[in-house]
């Protein structure tokens, strides 16, 4: 599976689609690599992570995004 050129233009992409799609009160859960690059807060959305798992050469975080 590929991310994209930077790892995460996938995730992006859906992110940045994804609020029109929620209802009230809505969030997402979202499981990523740290070899995505992808950096707690931002994209217009609120960051709880809820449990991160460090592997061999790299990290898994799941994260609750709710709109902010």
Known sequence: WDGG???AETI???LFGA???LT???SILLIYS???????GGY????????DMPLF???????RL???
């Open 44 to 51: 217009g959305y609120d960051w709880e992570i809820l449990e």
């Open 57 to 63: 050469f790299e990290r898994l975080f799941c994260a």
């Open 12 to 14: 992006e992409r859906f």
């Open 5 to 7: 050129e930077r790892g």
């Open 24 to 26: 009230a009160g809505g």
């Open 19 to 21: 609020k029109e799609h």
């Open 34 to 40: 740290s070899e995505t690059g992808i950096t707690v």
């Open 66 to 68: 709710s709109p902010s």
